[in-house]
């Protein structure tokens, strides 16, 4: 298995409150990725990382920020959380290299805001 | 942008028979192109890829085909069983500097026995 860690697994949380979720992986990919799985939306990019301190919106961006300190760490953060963002958090990775390519997802976080 | 459209779900079968799952893409250049699945309750688990044009990528009986002249990668199986049961993803991975990786909406699986 692609070594790829969420953290934490489960968040309930109170609106207002920020909340940051952590992903970390040990196969030194450059790319990093958060989306979100809701119902009916599939998966949506939230924000993505093409290397440390390098990180760009995703479809679905407001109300969240991102932090990318080092190859292994991205972290998601959501700055005041709403019950609009109660959801399946999920962090993946990717590398290109040469003809081959290869991306790996974490197991998600489920965040529930009440 | 690049984008991925799949087929519209669920799609429902009975056990042994053949599935298509569509899948289209938009994309500037040559993108990788995968497909996930993902189990209730369970995360996404890579199920193939390909990287480049007529690669043809096959794992646990289902295949899917880079077809640069149709932009699509569908997926088939011959023989579906009840297991199969599951969402499944078609995504592109950019080859540009930024390495986006964009996903289709889904298409559910049903199979019966």
């Known amino acids: 298995d692609a070594g790829i860690t969420q953290s934490p697994r489960h968040k309930v949380t109170e609106t207002g409150t920020p909340v940051t979720l952590r992903c970390h992986q040990t196969?030194?990919?450059?790319?990093m990725y958060w989306y979100r799985q809701d119902p009916g939306h599939g998966l949506r990019l939230i924000h993505y990382s093409y290397g440390v301190k390098d990180t760009d919106k995703g479809e679905v961006s407001d109300g969240y920020s991102v932090s990318r300190s080092k190859t292994e760490d991205f972290l998601l953060t959501l700055e005041s959380a709403t019950s609009s963002q109660t959801s399946v958090y999920f962090c993946?990775?990717?590398?290109?290299?040469?003809?081959?390519?290869?991306?790996?997802f974490g197991q998600g976080t489920r965040l529930t805001v009440v | 942008g690049d984008s991925v459209t799949q087929m519209e779900g669920p799609v429902t079968l009975s056990e042994e028979a053949f599935l298509t799952i569509n899948c289209t893409y938009t994309?500037?250049?040559?993108?990788?192109l995968f497909w996930y699945v993902q189990y209730p309750g369970e995360g996404l688990q890579l199920l193939l890829k390909a990287t480049k044009a007529d690669d043809k990528g096959s794992n646990k009986g289902f295949e899917a085909t880079y077809r640069k002249e149709t932009t699509s990668f569908h997926l088939e199986k011959g023989s579906v069983q009840v297991s199969d049961s599951a969402v499944y993803f078609c995504?592109?991975?950019?080859?540009?500097?930024?390495?986006?990786?964009?996903f289709g909406q889904g298409t559910t699986l049903q199979v019966k026995p």
């Open positions: 993946a990775i990717s590398e290109l290299s040469g003809v081959d390519t290869e991306a790996f």
């Open positions: 995504a592109i991975l950019s080859r540009s500097n930024t390495g986006k990786l964009i």
């Open positions: 196969e030194n990919h450059r790319y």
């Open positions: 994309a500037t250049g040559y993108p990788s």
